[in-house]
């Protein structure tokens, strides 16, 4: 008993999955890599090297999926 329609591949949930309809805005994206570089520069002022590379690596990943990667899933939601 086969089934007619195969399931719709579902994407792998990641643990800083970046790339959520809540992100669509162009502004949200900017304010995210914004809040990332503050708080990168906070940590190293504060001279806390590991929070500094932590935060700076993911404003770095933030960068790369908003600038080159970002494909948001369709939610099915009309935005406008």
Do not use: Q
């Amino acid at each position: 008993m086969a089934p007619s329609d195969p399931k719709p591949k579902r994407r792998r949930k990641a643990v800083l999955d970046l790339r959520v309809p809540f992100f669509r805005p162009v502004w949200r994206r900017v304010a995210m890599v914004l809040v990332l570089a503050l708080w990168t520069g906070v940590e190293v002022s504060m001279g806390n090297p590991f929070w500094a590379l932590l935060a700076g690596g993911i404003g770095v990943y933030a960068i790369y999926v908003f600038a080159f990667d970002f494909d948001p899933p369709d939610d099915g939601a009309d935005s406008g």
